[in-house]
């Protein structure tokens, strides 16, 4: 008499944005699933560095003995469409070997990311190397709030209003075209600015546009500084998580022959 060998059930993947710093801004979602999660897999900079994110997070999260997977992404720029640096491939095989290790002994693991999983996310790059071996693996994305909404939310100050174009630009890749953005668009959301806050303030200066930038560093975290004038940041040094928001039009609203403006 023969009989079928057991088989373990696949874990489910969850990738968590976790919020810009403050741990308050985690959603409810957030931390129901980071809780339960007995494994996270947290992405460092760096072989054996910190995790910002697994800071966050556990800061919300009690300790429920579960396993961390210290997941190293260089910080090196990424262009889609183009080849990639094989560091980077590398890393992101090994980070997703491992993963895939514990999803196939049947735990869900858990990748808290900071700001929203969607935007500017190592957590994708990831996943795209463990869907290209295990592609049938099952994968949840929960929403966080962005750096780019806690910085309006911050001057109480909106990001686009009626029908403004706003743009999101990863200011840190040299582009020819962000002057033109800069021109033409009514509000552009510059990330990662930290190594080009000069030549930045130098271009927002030639457009005239110094006065519609407010500068945050760390948002929500803190160690955060804003600069509601752009000026003074000139020289600084700033850390990786640096949020330019530029916005040309004051708040105005028409009610009759009136306008309110702010």
Known sequence: MSSEPLTTAIGHLYLVGVGPGDPELMTYKAVRILSEARVWAVPTARENGLSSARQIAEKM????????????????????????????????????????????????????????????????????????????IGVTV?????????????????????NDV??????????????????????????????????????????????CAVLTERSGMPEERVFTDIRQARGCTLHYFSTMVVRKKKVQVSHGSHAIAA
């Open 166 to 211: 706003l743009a999101v630009v990863p200011a840190a890749f040299e582009d020819d075209r962000l002057r033109d953005i800069l021109t033409t668009l009514d509000a552009v959301v510059l990330m990662k600015v930290h190594k080009r806050i000069d030549a930045l303030i130098d271009l927002l200066d030639e457009l005239g546009l110094c006065d």
């Open 61 to 136: 999260v009690p300790d429920n003995g579960r396993t961390i997977l210290s997941l190293c992404f260089p910080m090196k720029k990424v262009y889609l469409g183009q080849e990639t640096d094989n560091q980077l491939l590398s890393a992101w095989r090994k980070s997703a070997d491992e993963v895939i290790r514990h999803l196939e002994s049947g735990e869900d693991v858990a990748f808290p990311t900071l700001g929203d999983a969607t935007l500017y996310s190592t957590a994708f790059y990831l996943l795209a190397m463990i869907q290209e071996q295990r592609p049938n």
């Open 142 to 162: 929960v929403p966080g709030i962005t750096a780019m909404a806690a910085c309006a939310a911050s001057q109480s100050s909106p990001l686009a209003l009626g």
